[in-house]
């Protein structure tokens, strides 16, 4: 075998793969068909689910470095301000990270390729993938550099992260059901003036359309995306001086636009896959799912999709786990594709419809409505665990085991583990549970009960446990976030609830993890 996994396409999905797989051991090998790494911005929303990534990664500190961070994001409608959504607020006590960070793709991926070098692995740029055969035991791909020289490569798994024309998925024949959207977007990156409300996300919403700015890096720098007028809509090559009239007419004739350094138009579609998987190969990120960039969720989405597998991935590569582990990728990711097509899609058809009617329901009803709701506190904190991705679940999954006596309001198998500050010592400082987690391994929290034996748990080396002290600041912290006393939490790699339960039984870890996680375990 000449590698453990082929990841073929070094945008982020893939470049988050390959260093997940990496930096548990995996051998990996990386290819992209571009000559080397992408310059253009395309997303630029950075979730705060992805920085908690970033940061067991050890890459958030230089992403937040290079980003902007959008602590609001404000909705405009009809000349005037109609509603401020406080994202720092509503997501103070989710994450360390409650805001969105506004960081172009293109760095997003620089990062990413640091790191991945850092940890001794290049991509091999201008390598196709031409060819893939599946056969017993291994893929064999055939990879094709510039001028048509073609090699052929054995790997145990391929991972096609090779976006929304993905070959592995073509090669695999895996449909992509879904359709284009009527509507052509643009981007723009550019030096505007204007009654945007500075560092923040400005929403205009209009009767037949809108356009967001996102603030970047520099002064007066802001990212401007909205849907072409109709009447451009088939017009070829147009320029971002055809698009400055409805802009002024809609976000303000204020609007001084001083520069504009790139400018491009693209039609979107929504698709999925109809399987993410074919035996030996996966697929992740755009490969498996596009939509509308509404809700800045699409690379986002990759991202976690790679944190998703690369951990049961590894195990299983490294021996530690059966295939069967693997089947729970599809199972968890598919639904949560589907739903965000679902979501996207109608949020989408609402702030783009032509119809007179929605035109008037976008800027008159809509604004205000949104106006009322993002008022609550509570709508606040909703939206906010929905856009930073920190409310996904994987709740019906295999994987998920919640035991019977907790009560219905806590945390259960397949949630994320709630962010937490706690005295992990008997009277030491408050500290970032997040930050004691090690995602190369299980981590066992034991709350309000005997902490077991380090090896007693029957995982071995796989397993961290973090035993919680009784302790006035941590009854209040662990009551904040609804989890009771005494109870114990399981999380897998992806920081996410395993098993979970009152009481922890001897041998129920072991148990979980062998019926549940296929893991070899010492007792199985
Ligand atoms: C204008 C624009 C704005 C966007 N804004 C946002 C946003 O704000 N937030 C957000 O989350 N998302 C946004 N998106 C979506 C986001 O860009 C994509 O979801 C993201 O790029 C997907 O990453 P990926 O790694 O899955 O695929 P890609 O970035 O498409 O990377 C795939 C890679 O695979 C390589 N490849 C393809 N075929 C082969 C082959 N046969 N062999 C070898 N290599 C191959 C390609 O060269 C490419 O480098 C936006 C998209 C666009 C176009």
Not at 161 to 170: H, I, K, L, W
Not at 428 to 438: R, T
Not at 442 to 466: K, M, T, W, Y
Not at 473 to 496: M, V
Request: proline share 5%.
């Amino acid at each position: 075998m000449d590698v453990d996994v082929l990841v073929v396409g070094a945008g982020p999905t893939g470049l988050m793969l390959a260093n997940q797989l990496v930096r548990r051991g995996v051998r990996v090998l990386i290819v992209d068909r571009h000559s080397g790494p992408s310059l253009q911005t395309r997303a630029l929303g950075v979730q705060a689910r992805t920085l908690e990534i970033y940061s067991q990664l050890g890459i958030v500190d230089r992403a937040l470095e290079l980003g902007k961070i959008g602590n609001g994001a404000n909705l405009w409608a009809q000349g005037r301000k109609m509603a401020r959504v406080p994202l720092g607020e509503a997501g103070r006590t989710a994450t360390p990270y409650p805001y969105i960070l506004i960081l172009g793709q293109d760095d997003n991926e620089r990062i990413m390729g640091d790191k991945l070098r850092d940890l001794g692995v290049s991509v091999q740029w201008s390598t196709e993938l031409v060819g893939l055969a599946q056969e017993a035991g291994q893929v064999t791909a055939t990879l094709e550099s510039p001028g048509g020289a073609s090699r052929k490569i054995a790997a145990a798994w391929v991972a096609g992260c090779d976006g929304a024309r993905s070959t592995v998925r073509e090669l695999s024949g895996i449909t992509f059901p879904g359709a284009p959207y009527e509507h052509v977007f643009f981007v723009a990156d550019t030096e505007v003036t204007g009654s945007m409300v500075p560092d923040e996300v400005n929403v205009y919403l209009w009767q037949k359309g809108f356009h967001l700015l996102f603030p970047m890096r520099g002064k007066d720098h802001w990212r401007i995306v909205g849907i072409l007028p109709s009447a451009l809509r088939d017009t070829h090559d147009v320029s971002f001086e055809a698009v400055i009239p409805s802009l002024r007419n809609e976000a303000g004739a204020g609007l001084s636009i001083k520069a504009c350094t790139w400018f491009s138009t693209y039609r979107i579609h929504h698709r999925s896959a109809s399987r993410f998987r074919d035996r030996r190969a996966f697929l992740l990120g755009d490969a498996a799912h596009i939509h509308s960039p509404v809700g800045a969720q699409g690379m986002n989405t990759g991202l976690q999709d790679a944190y998703n597998l690369a951990w049961k991935l590894a195990l299983v590569v490294k021996g530690r786990a059966d295939a069967a582990l693997l089947d729970s990728y599809e199972e968890e990711r598919v639904p949560i594709a589907q739903r965000l097509l679902n979501t996207t899609d109608r949020a989408f058809r609402l702030v783009v419809s032509d119809s007179w009617l929605v035109g008037l329901l976008r800027t008159k009803i809509l604004a205000r409505v949104a106006a009322f709701a993002m008022s609550l506190k509570r709508v606040q904190r909703i939206a906010f665990r929905i856009v930073s991705q920190t409310g996904i679940h994987y709740r019906t999954s295999a994987l998920s085991q919640s035991q019977p006596g907790l009560p219905d309001s806590a945390p259960r198998g397949g949630d994320r583990f709630p962010w937490l500050r706690l005295e992990l010592r008997a009277d030491g400082p408050v500290e970032d549970l997040f930050q004691k987690l090690d995602d190369t391994r299980f981590n066992l929290i034991v709350i309000g009960q005997p902490s077991p034996a380090e090896g007693a748990i029957g995982l071995g080396d796989l397993c961290r446990i973090h035993a919680i002290p009784a302790d006035p600041i941590n009854d209040a912290e662990l009551a904040r976030a609804q989890l009771p006393q005494p109870s114990f939490y399981l999380l897998r790699p992806d920081g996410h609830v395993g098993l979970c339960g009152a009481r922890l039984e001897a041998g129920a870890v072991e148990r979980y993890a062998s019926e549940h996680l296929h893991l070899r375990v010492r007792g199985a």
